[in-house]
């Protein structure tokens, strides 16, 4: 049988042959570190397939006195014969198996953190992304980008019939080429040295109370690509106070 014994030191594994080991009674001087140990303390079967050829030299002379250790040698390696006999084992398609599952996993996190712009921008791949989703649990956003809306008109109108009630009426539009959903709207009330009277901010169900189509399915739907459409949203103020107003979209 044959023996493999690693050095205490540099933990270097050696090929040894039962003859070496009785010329020094074991004691052994590492060809990698130099260090020299009792080899017959630490000896292991080699493990088959065989272990990377291994082979000693000449002895060497040693630093103390002029009796000689045996010098054991060996090409450079670190592995253990465990790990050397899991290698030898492992199919050759296995690396490639690991590589295509890194992949998937790799596309698969981009796809689920980039699936708002990706729904956006090919409408195609949202059946895809959504049957996702629904495996994992999640939900494909519309992508939103408060930079492409924009309010084109708007203008605060008091109401003839009721006391205090002032229609806000605005135009907003949707610029992106992709459906947008519902941005928040921001009304700040000014006086006349421009100074801030009251700032008010709605929601997409407030001020889409006055459409024609349902609130919820405006909001399931989002704004289309390149579209606008008008707000009608009453509000109770003192017209007196406020002379001037700011409308500001944004997104939450």
């Not at 492409?148 to 135009?171: F, K, M, P, W």
């Not at 024609?212 to 509000?235: C, D, H, N, W, Y």
């Amino acid at each position: 049988m044959s023996w493999i014994t690693s050095c205490p030191a540099c933990m270097q594994w050696f090929h040894v042959e039962p003859s070496q080991l009785q010329v020094r009674q074991g004691r052994v001087r590492c060809g990698h570190c130099h260090q020299v140990f009792d080899a017959s303390l630490r000896l292991y079967p080699q493990p088959e397939p065989a272990f990377e050829s291994m082979q000693a030299v000449s002895d060497a002379s040693s630093d103390v006195n002029s009796s000689a250790d045996i010098n054991l040698s060996a090409e450079a390696t670190r592995r253990s014969p465990t790990q050397t006999s899991l290698h030898a084992h492992l199919p050759p398609y296995f690396y490639s198996f690991c590589t295509l599952l890194l992949l998937c996993l790799f596309f698969g996190q981009l796809a689920y953190f980039l699936r708002a712009p990706i729904a956006a921008h090919w409408p195609e791949s949202k059946p895809v992304l959504v049957s996702m989703c629904s495996m994992i649990g999640c939900k494909v956003p519309q992508a939103s980008d408060i930079r492409q809306l924009a309010i084109l008109d708007s203008e605060l109108q008091q109401d003839s019939q009721r006391d205090g009630v002032v229609y806000l009426h605005a135009t907003i539009a949707n610029r992106a080429n992709h459906v947008q959903p519902y941005p928040m709207l921001e009304l700040t009330l000014t006086d006349e040295q421009d100074q801030v009277l009251s700032k008010t901010s709605f929601s997409p169900t407030e001020y889409l109370s006055s459409a024609s189509m349902e609130t919820s399915v405006m909001m399931e739907k989002g704004m289309s690509a390149a579209s606008q459409f008008r707000i009608e949203l009453p509000l109770l103020i003192n017209a007196q106070l406020a002379s001037g107003y700011r409308a500001l979209l944004f997104y939450p």
